[in-house]
């Protein structure tokens, strides 16, 4: 009983936001933090948040990372990331890697 009080409670306090952004497009980063998190229950949690703005008619665009898994895909085939003023310099190698690890790893597990 308290766990729905507590749920009511929340809507209630979100009820203003979902009221004013109702139409909007939110994008959402999902970021290495919560891709990599071993509990599921985290990934999961993410899901039912993003699907809640849809159900309040909020637009959600997940924009996903994937910087750690290309750099561990690049150093498996032994290359080096290179990195000029914080932006990751790509190669013809590294985009080739980039979209194996984007399209074949990272996508299939956020879709």
Do not use: W
């Amino acid at each position: 009983m308290q766990n729905l009080v507590a749920k009511a409670h929340t809507l209630l306090e979100a009820l203003p936001y979902i009221q004013r952004f109702s139409g909007a497009t939110f994008v959402i980063k999902y970021g290495g933090s919560f891709m990599d998190s071993p509990d599921a229950e985290v990934r999961h949690r993410v899901a039912r948040d993003i699907v809640f703005l849809e159900a309040v008619e909020i637009n959600p665009v997940v924009v996903h990372g994937g910087g750690k898994a290309i750099t561990r895909a690049m150093e498996k085939a032994g290359l080096q990331a290179t990195f000029l003023q914080g932006q990751r310099v790509t190669s013809e190698a590294t985009a080739q890697i980039a979209d194996q690890v984007l399209s074949r790893e990272i996508n299939p597990e956020v879709v």
